[in-house]
T-cell receptor
């Protein structure tokens, strides 16, 4: 089955700086890679996703890149703001289900 | 449009009891997924239901079971509760055959 590794587990950045979270996956059949943001006491919220036929996708301050050859994908957040503080999860898979990374706690320092 | 809803928000049980958690998917979604989120362990896949049938099951003992009703809502049952079952249980839904899952707010289960 699929195995998704995520790092770092904790990331602290200064407000206004960029944050990068990286994930690797093992199953070459995986073709869908979403990212979720989970705030304290809430369920995970989908923030961006990418499919295997695309190398990069952007949505305002958030971008995701995918390298299928190396089996890794990354989340990039630019101009970080206090409301970006949360736990971020990557996942890999497809219509048959998703496997999640263990999460990254992103801390935005004022 | 209403999102995925779960009830109850919190549930406190004692060891050996049974717990029942409920989930209503987004309107039009036929697939329901259940995950366990224990502290520090990320999201662990439990069960996947689609069109009333169990499609896949994660690496959990048989005392974790569930069902999906004709209106696509779902129920997760945990029998013979153990202390380590304490966790946030998340439900997600998707359109049939789609890969994108949308999560509810979760049910916090505490086993004393």
């Amino acid at each position: 089955g699929e195995n998704v590794e995520q790092h770092p587990s904790t990331l602290s950045v200064q407000e206004g700086d960029s944050a990068v979270i990286k994930c690797t996956y093992s199953d070459s059949a995986s073709n869908y890679f979403p990212w979720y943001k989970q705030e304290l006491g809430k369920g995970p919220q989908l923030i961006i996703d990418i499919r295997s036929n695309v190398g990069e996708k952007k949505d305002q301050r958030i971008a995701v890149t995918l390298n299928k050859t190396a089996k890794h994908f990354s989340l990039h957040i630019t101009e970080t703001q206090p409301e970006d503080s949360a736990v971020y999860f990557c996942a890999g898979g497809g219509a048959d289900g998703l496997t999640f990374g263990k999460g990254t706690h992103l801390i935005i320092q004022p | 449009e209403a999102g995925v809803t779960q009830s109850p928000t919190h549930l406190i049980k004692t060891r050996g009891q049974q717990a029942t958690l409920r989930c209503s998917p987004i309107s039009g979604h036929t697939s329901v997924y259940w995950y366990q989120q224990a502290l520090g362990l990320g999201l662990q896949f439990l069960l996947w239901y689609d069109e009333g049938e169990e499609r896949n099951r994660g690496n959990f003992p048989p005392r974790f079971s569930g069902r999906q009703f004709p209106n696509y809502s779902s129920e997760l049952n945990v029998n013979a509760l153990e202390l380590e079952d304490s966790a946030l249980y998340l439900c997600a839904s998707s359109v049939e055959g789609a890969d994108t899952q949308y999560f509810g707010p979760g049910t916090r289960l505490t086993v004393l």
